[in-house]
């Protein structure tokens, strides 16, 4: 069941209304119910997966937290195995025998596991996560373990955010459901705005976007230059748009019932570092690298390398070269079963330690070249060689396949000159990215991606809710008018354009 469907719309209603009916003993019940359901509308044999993962996580955390020592860890590593086994098989077993055959075929050797065929569960990776964020935080006693077990698989299976995040911790969740949620109007509406929102984003935006992109995407070897330019730094909103989106529907959809989940995005093409981008773009993933891999990482390896230097390098270089480029490879791997995601994670660890490598001698040069580093100019700079970045690395990100990827960054400053010229002349060197009604969707992006930025660039000092929320009557209905007549005029309605995270 996708948000931008009419089957959820009325699925949201029924359930909210019900929700509120019923009494509070009862509601952890339909939610429940209803989260099965909402997952089962997909593919309905699969939420026997998420069942026997839950069922381990369930008595393992009872376990985990009744044990010390090595039993203890004993219970943790049974739960992880059985998690990460379980997304490893449905995600990576292909992948992972497509290599190793390739890799015996080097030496001559044509022996290989069968390919088989089925659809990967649809939000395995965030619901792994998010069930091994449990366990471990268990085993670091910072949470106690759930022992009505009806309780524990909503806390896994709850619908707001169960597909695509934000990947909870169980401190932050868990104890709401035991909270009584009095039906508010002020927080109803206030949710329902952001839920409106997201869905803008999606329908408006990031859809409208998509008619270009994968125009040339799917067959970059017709384009070159500034085709290849315009179609990255549109996937680039388009990315954002649509997995903020979905973010944004699933908080507002959890704020109607009551609840409260983790912010998820901070406006990160805001960002004046690779560093502050990690801090702002999916932060319920970034966080949980931070502690669960990276934090872990770079801990042991920094009680291995007792020396001052290691090869005649500090030693916190290296072990943040080491820790950052693992964290950032697995990343990459986690986002999906192709070599393309490697090394998307792989850029973004280099960037990073890179960033880390010439702080000194960057900041020794500003001194020399007398460049004022909190000056407005360079701080906007700072921003446009960010979103570069990300929007290069994004090729990988989005490319079919590796060959592909590699063209495009080998081809996308081709001619540029040429394209420039002709554009001057007559304006046709933008005609091999239109695809519909005479470039209406090219003019409309150009349009709406400076207002989108320019609200992104808004948001920072105020809540535009509340700002709406404080207009006269009149006013407030104006604003809605037009957001409404902007969506039913320029939306994409295609229930069948998933969620690009639903993925992953």
Not at 30 to 56: D, E, G, K, Q
Not at 399 to 416: E, P, Q, R, S, W
Request: with cysteine; proline share 3%; charged share 15%.
């Amino acid at each position: 069941m996708l948000f931008n469907s009419l089957q959820f719309v009325l699925f949201f209603i029924i359930v909210t209304t019900l929700y509120f009916l019923i009494k509070h003993k009862y509601r952890w019940i339909l939610l429940l119910l209803s989260s099965c359901y909402f997952y089962m509308a997909f593919v309905p044999a699969y939420i026997l997966i998420l069942l026997f993962t839950a069922l381990v996580d369930y008595f393992a955390g009872i376990a985990i937290e009744k044990s010390d020592g090595g039993r203890k860890k004993f219970f943790l590593v049974i739960t992880l195995i059985a998690n990460i086994g379980v997304l490893g098989f449905f995600k990576y077993y292909n992948f992972l025998n497509d290599n190793i055959a390739h890799l015996l075929g080097s030496v001559g050797l044509q022996e290989r596991l069968p390919f088989l065929s089925f659809i990967l569960p649809i939000g395995l990776s965030f619901h792994t996560f998010q069930a091994m964020s449990y366990t471990i935080e268990i085993y670091r006693g910072k949470q106690k373990a759930e022992r009505k077990f009806g309780m524990y698989f909503l806390y896994e299976m709850f619908f707001p955010r169960l597909v695509a995040g934000p990947i909870e911790r169980p401190q932050n969740l868990l104890h709401q459901f035991y909270e009584h949620h009095e039906f508010d109007p002020a927080r109803v509406s206030s949710g329902l705005q952001l839920m409106a929102w997201g869905l803008f984003k999606k329908l408006v935006i990031a859809d409208r976007l998509a008619l270009i992109v994968n125009n040339v995407y799917e067959y970059p070897q017709n384009f070159q230059g500034i085709s290849l330019i315009i179609a990255t730094v549109f996937f680039a909103f388009q990315v954002y748009c649509d997995f903020s989106g979905y973010t944004d529907i699933a908080i507002g959809a959890a704020e109607v019932l009551g609840f409260k989940l983790m912010t998820n995005f901070n406006r990160p093409y805001l960002s004046k570092s690779i560093a502050e981008f990690w801090q702002r773009w999916h932060i319920s993933l970034s966080t949980w690298f931070r502690d669960y891999v990276y934090l872990p990482l770079a801990y042991s390896t920094s009680r291995k390398l007792k020396e001052e230097t290691f090869l005649g390098i500090r030693v916190d270089y290296v072990v943040y070269t080491y820790a950052t480029m693992i964290t950032f490879l697995i990343c990459g791997l986690w986002h999906g079963a192709s070599w393309n995601f490697v090394i998307w994670g792989g850029l973004h660890g280099f960037m990073l330690v890179i960033a880390v490598l010439i702080t000194k001698p960057k900041t020794k040069l500003f001194h020399k070249l007398g460049i004022n580093r909190h000056s407005r100019p360079y701080l906007v700079f700072q921003v446009l060689v960010t979103f570069s970045l990300v929007s290069l690395a994004w090729v990988f990100f989005r490319a079919n396949t590796l060959h592909d990827a590699v063209y495009i960054t080998k081809h996308m400053f081709t001619g540029i000159s040429g394209n420039i010229k002709e554009v001057m002349q007559n304006h046709s060197a933008f005609k091999t990215i239109i695809t519909l009604d005479s470039g209406r969707n090219f003019v409309f992006s150009i349009i709406i991606l400076p207002v989108f930025f320019w609200i992104e660039s808004l948001q920072r000092k105020l809540d535009i809710r509340e700002l709406v929320k404080q207009q006269p009557l009149f006013k407030r209905y104006v604003i809605y008018y037009i957001f409404i007549m902007i969506f039913i005029l320029f939306g994409v309605f295609d229930a069948s354009r998933q969620f690009i995270y639903f993925q992953f």
